[in-house]
């Protein structure tokens, strides 16, 4: 069975400060990966996802995430961080093929400071 | 475009009372998926839907819970009885279709108190 470990459960930035924040997975075959995203009381929503092609995917509202495969990494970016941006995210994989099952991380609060 | 709808939002129950959850998938998705978040935890699967068929419930205790998908569009998930550490949200979510490469679309939850 897949795992998912987000290292890192509670960052502080301030505004205009870069992010990174680190995702790996345990898995032995072929995955599709995804960054989604919970701002304060709204739903959790998809950021970004990769599933082929170049490992450097691009989400919205300017976040990036990269898949190194040898490393079992998918990395979430963003160069400059909002307040807005202030949100617990997580981390998911899912092997490709039908009736897999999405598996999170246990999520990284991110609080952004004026 | 709608998008999946939860009910109730919040509930407070004693231990080894019953409760109840319903959920109402977007139009036109026929992969509906119930998830547990325990509190410092991400989501956890408990059953999926393919239509009205049941296609995973392996992490689903089934000795207390329960939950059905009747004519393949919203579903209700049931506990009884209820334990303490069943205190969590529990996220209602649906795609199209249950493969890893259509995007699940998630509910505002139920937030569940087991006192």
């Known amino acids: 069975a897949q795992s998912v470990s987000q290292h890192n459960h509670h960052v502080i930035l301030s505004e205009a400060a870069s992010l990174e924040l680190g995702c790996n997975y345990s898995?032995?075959?072929?995955?599709?990966l995804f960054w989604y995203v919970q701002y304060p009381g709204q739903h959790l929503q998809l950021l970004l996802k990769?599933?082929?092609?170049?490992?450097l995917v691009k989400g919205i509202k300017g976040f990036e995430a990269e898949f190194i495969k040898s490393k079992f990494s998918f990395n979430l970016r963003k160069p400059s961080v909002q307040w807005s941006d202030t949100a617990e995210y997580f981390c998911a994989v899912m092997p490709t093929g039908t009736a897999s099952k999405l598996t999170f991380g246990t999520g990284t609060r991110l609080q952004v400071t004026l | 475009e709608a998008g999946v709808a939860q009910s109730p939002r919040y509930k407070i129950i004693e231990k080894r009372q019953s409760v109840a959850f319903w959920c109402n998938p977007i139009s036109g998705h026929a992969t509906l998926y119930w998830y547990q978040q325990i509190l410092g935890q991400g989501p956890k699967l408990l059953i999926q839907f393919q239509n009205n068929g049941v296609v995973d419930d392996s992490q689903l205790p089934k000795d207390r819970f329960s939950a059905e998908r009747l004519k393949g569009v919203d579903s209700t998930l049931k506990i009884q009885p209820a334990k303490l550490e069943d205190s969590a949200v529990y996220l209602c979510a649906s795609s199209l279709y249950g493969t890893g490469y259509n995007e699940q679309f998630f509910g505002p939850g139920t937030r569940l108190t087991v006192l």
């Open positions: 990769y599933f082929s092609g170049d490992p």
């Open positions: 898995y032995g075959g072929t995955v599709n």
